[in-house]
Structures are given as structure tokens and as C-alpha cells.
């Protein structure tokens, strides 16, 4: 159903009309700053109620103070004719029109709060910043839109580049699509359309200037990228900015497994995922990711029949598991005692052993670590590859973002990071001897590969040198380690 545009108090630009227009089911208008992507949303908002009798619009963004700094003067602005008559309720953050249609402002501050909606009923859902949601709270929103009544019902988007919903926002709306065309998900016969939007969308040449200005004047060349350029490719707070698909992703494997050293472990996760990966190190010391399972809601037992497949004939020198794995806490037995028993019963011998711990400094140790992992060696390819099968580890590393709270860190609420997280967990595992050294960071936040230190028991700092260490790893090669 095509839409007409009737904005109070704007005369959209030629992308805005664009947006408001549109006949996709869910439209996402995201790109560069400042092209007028709120005021779109804000616009919609308005007419649906126009148009529509006791219609339901729901604004989201991450937080009430974004909203009240945004939305709030937007809708004022763009009401300004009808100020009489539409009422603006600043305790609910609820606009109601004389044809008792609603604009309800909501926002998601964290997981729990998207309960707070599981009886709304919506009619128009619209996010701005879309990329600070993850896809989650994205999809369960999407349910609450519903009506008794034939109207308009439509899920719409604004956003720029980067944060936590990057990765599955640029999948879901960008990647493969041509722009500003609507096009159908062949699954699920949703439409949708993704428009780009630069600085150039606003109409006003003046605010255009001065805004580029501001925006050019960045010294943050990733986040001036994708501020001034709307550039989806480069985002600002992508920790591992080193990831090239050509360099680390492999279709077939260069050396023979034989030859090679095997690692197994993995993440733990019911509700979450749970990631397991393999690693093969040739004696040339590449380290090759070559197997993932992933899934969630399965249990301990059905995780280590499904994982005895493999090291029944595949030997590893060792499988790590995470520390939570070891905790007793919530009454149950331990998650690795229940492989344990699995392994035992089925003849299966492999060397158990625990993952790096959970603290800030392990956690940045392994984050320094996976940027010389995925830096080059002296013969121009990465350390680490990734086979193609690996299809989550490929898709939710390059995305990871630094933490809002803690810039060292990676952040973790909704976050996709079980398969960062279980690969991190191994390589630690072979390069750090767990519990021997501790890899000490020396980030360097725009992402060059990081020098490593060592810091052994006595607290001495050494410089740290993986190849030293692999090499250890490696001379510690046992025949029957190897894949027979
Ligand atoms: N068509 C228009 N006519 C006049 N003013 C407009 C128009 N569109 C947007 N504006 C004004 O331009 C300013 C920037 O617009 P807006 O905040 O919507 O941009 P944005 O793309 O959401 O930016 P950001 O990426 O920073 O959130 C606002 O003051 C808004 O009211
Ligand atoms: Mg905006």
C-alpha cells in the first residue's frame, strides 16, 4: 500500500519522502549524521496518527534521556501547528491527538525492559539508532505489532554505523540488496527496503556545512567514516578492525591435519549458544580454525555424545572448558564432571583442562592475544585462519564492538560473542599456558597489532614473544597426540 506524505511543519527531502513512502514492510534509513533520519521517523510518526484513527505509534531508542533530547523537541517542532490540540504527556512520554491515535516514546535500556511491552499492541514500531538494539529485542518488538482492524502497519528504522547491533543490522537491511529498492526475503516474505543516507539528504545547504565541518574536524578517523560517510564496512568501536574475508578465511585446509597439533574447546551457553571450535597448529606454527558446532539448548550430556564423535578419532592435546563449566552453583553437578562421565563411559581419553579466567585483565590478555592471532607472520599471511564452514565465527568476529563502559573490553551484554569467546579461550590456552604466564595488554585502541608482555608468576615483565611460545607448544608435540 503506497503512503502519502502529509508532514506538519516540514517539507521533506527528497530521501525523507523516500522514506515516508515507503511500501516495504520494514524500512531502514541509515547512514551518515545529520541528513535528517530522526526528524523521518518523528514525521512518520506524526501523519500515522493523522491519517489513522486511535492509531499506535511507538518510538524506540536505548534510552528516556536520548529520547527527551531528540524526539521530544523533533515532535514538538513538527507539531508546532497543532499544539492545541495534541496533548504532550511528559510523565508517560506519550503524545495523544484529538482522534485518540497515540505516540508512545519507549525505550530499551537493557534485556529485561522489552517485558515491559509484551502486551502492547502497535501499530507503527519505529527505532531510532536501530544499532543500539540487538536483533532480539528487534524481533520481539516486531510482535507486538498487531492489530483487530485493517490499517497501515508498518516497522520503521534509523541508524547510524557502529554499536552493538551493527553486524546484524547491516546483514538484515544492507548486505546483497540494492539500495532504496524494496526487496522480499525469500524466507520469510518480508519486504524491506534500506536507504543510505548522507549529509547531503538535508535540505539546508547552511546546516550541511557547518555540520560536514563539525563532522571532518573528527580525529576519529573510523568513527568520521562512519559519521561523514555512512560508511557500514569501517564502524567505529570494531575491536578487530584487522579481519580481511580474503586474508582469514580458507576454503581448503594448505597442510594435513596429521601434521599437525589439534585443539579443541569451547563456550558454554544453553540459552546462548554454545560454540565449540577446533584449531589445528601446523608445524609452521599457522593456526588453523577448522571445525565449529554451535547451537543452543542443549544439555551437557548431549554436547559431550556429539563432541566424543570427533575425539574418538580425531585426538586433541587438549579440550578447554570454560571456568563457569567448573561452578556447582545452582545445585546441579558441575557442566565438565557430566562431559566427564560422558567421556568415561564412552572409552574416550582427552586432557580436560580450564579456560582463562573471567577477570577484566584475562579478558583483555585474550583480546591482545586474538590481535596477534589475526596479524601477519613473517611470510605475509595471518597466524589465524578460519575455514569457511565456520560460518558464526566469521559472522560475529569482525562485529564485535569495544564496551561503552570500559573501552579495553570487548563489550558483552547482547553481544554475539560465544564464538570469539571459545576461540580466545583456545588459543590462550595453547600459547599462555593457563595459570603459568599472563599475557599483559598493550592495546592500542585504533587496532594495530599489539605488542604482547609477559608477566611471569615472580611478576617479572618479559616481552612477549607467541612465537617463542608456540614453538614450545609445538616441541612439546607427543605422536600420540596426533590424528590417527
Ligand atoms: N526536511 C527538513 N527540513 C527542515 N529541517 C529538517 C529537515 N529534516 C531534518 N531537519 C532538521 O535538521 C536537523 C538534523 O536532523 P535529524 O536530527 O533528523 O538528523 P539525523 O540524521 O537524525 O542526525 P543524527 O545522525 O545526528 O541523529 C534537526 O534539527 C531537524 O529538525
Ligand atoms: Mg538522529
Known amino acids: 500500500m503506497q503512503k502519502d506524505v502529509l508532514v506538519p511543519n516540514i517539507t521533506p527531502s527528497p530521501k525523507q519522502e523516500l522514506f515516508l513512502t515507503s511500501s516495504a514492510d520494514e524500512t531502514f534509513y541509515g547512514g551518515a549524521a545529520g541528513g535528517g533520519k530522526s526528524a523521518a521517523l518523528c514525521a512518520e510518526a506524526i501523519t500515522a496518527s493523522i491519517e489513522d484513527e486511535a492509531h499506535r505509534t511507538y518510538i524506540f531508542r536505548k534510552t528516556l534521556k536520548e529520547l527527551n533530547q531528540s524526539e521530544v523537541p523533533e515532535l514538538l517542532k513538527q507539531l508546532d501547528v497543532f499544539r492545541d490540540n495534541v496533548k504532550y504527556n511528559s510523565q508517560q512520554s506519550l503524545f495523544i491527538f484529538p482522534n485518540k491515535s497515540i505516540i508512545q516514546l519507549a525505550y530499551l535500556d537493557n534485556e529485561a525492559d522489552k517485558y515491559r511491552y509484551q502486551s502492547a499492541e502497535i501499530h507503527t514500531l519505529l527505532f531510532d539508532e536501530l544499532t543500539h538494539f540487538t536483533q532480539d529485542q528487534y524481533e520481539y518488538l516486531k510482535t507486538r505489532v498487531r492489530s483487530d482492524k485493517k490499517r497501515l502497519m508498518r516497522i520503521m528504522s534509523a541508524s547510524n554505523p557502529g554499536n552493538i547491533g551493527h ?64 560508511d557500514w564496512d569501517i564502524f567505529a568501536g570494531q575491536v578487530f578492525n584487522e579481519w580481511r574475508r580474503h586474508k582469514h578465511v580458507f576454503s581448503r585446509l594448505p597442510v594435513h591435519l596429521e601434521d599437525c597439533t589439534l585443539y579443541c574447546g569451547l563456550d558454554w551457553g544453553y540459552n546462548d549458544p554454545t560454540a565449540v571450535y577446533w584449531v589445528a597448529v601446523s608445524p609452521d606454527q599457522h593456526f588453523y580454525v577448522y571445525r565449529e558446532l554451535y547451537a543452543n539448548n542443549k544439555r551437557p550430556e548431549e554436547w559431550a555424545y556429539e563432541l566424543a564423535i570427533y575425539l574418538k578419532h580425531e585426538k586433541v592435546k587438549f579440550l578447554a572448558m570454560p571456568h563457569d563449566t567448573y561452578s556447582n552453583l545452582g545445585g546441579t553437578r558441575p557442566i565438565v564432571d557430566q562431559f566427564r562421565e560422558v567421556f568415561a563411559k564412552l572409552g574416550i581419553q582427552v586432557n580436560i583442562i580450564k579456560s582463562a579466567p573471567g577477570t577484566h585483565v584475562a579478558k583483555v590478555n585474550r583480546q591482545a592475544l586474538m590481535h596477534h592471532m589475526l596479524g601477519d607472520m613473517p611470510d605475509g599471511r595471518a597466524r589465524l585462519s578460519v575455514h569457511e564452514s565456520c560460518l558464526n565465527l566469521i559472522r560475529t568476529l569482525p562485529m564485535l564492538p569495544y564496551s561503552d563502559t570500559n573501552v579495553e573490553e ?19 590456552a595453547i600459547t599462555g599456558g593457563y595459570n603459568q604466564t599472563k599475557i599483559v595488554n598493550l592495546l592500542q585502541p585504533e587496532g594495530n597489532v599489539p605488542k604482547g608482555l609477559v608477566i611471569s608468576e615472580d611478576m617479572q615483565t618479559k616481552v612477549f614473544n607467541l612465537d617463542d611460545i608456540v614453538l614450545q607448544a609445538g616441541k612439546n608435540n607427543n605422536k600420540d597426540w596426533r590424528y590417527t
Open 167 to 230: 553486524g546484524w543490522v547491516k546483514s538484515y537491511f544492507i548486505d546483497g540488496h540494492r539500495p532504496m529498492e524494496v526487496f522480499k526475503e525469500e524466507s520469510s516474505g518480508i519486504t524491506k527496503m534500506y536507504i543510505p543516507a548522507t549529509i547531503e539528504d538535508h535540505p539546508n545547504p547552511d546546516f550541511r556545512a557547518s555540520y560536514r565541518k563539525q563532522l571532518e574536524a573528527l580525529s576519529d578517523d573510523k568513527l568520521k567514516k562512519a559519521l561523514l560517510y555512512g
Open 410 to 428: 570487548i563489550e558483552s551484554r547482547g553481544v554475539e560473542d560465544h564464538a570469539y569467546d571459545a576461540l580466545s579461550y583456545i588459543c590462550y
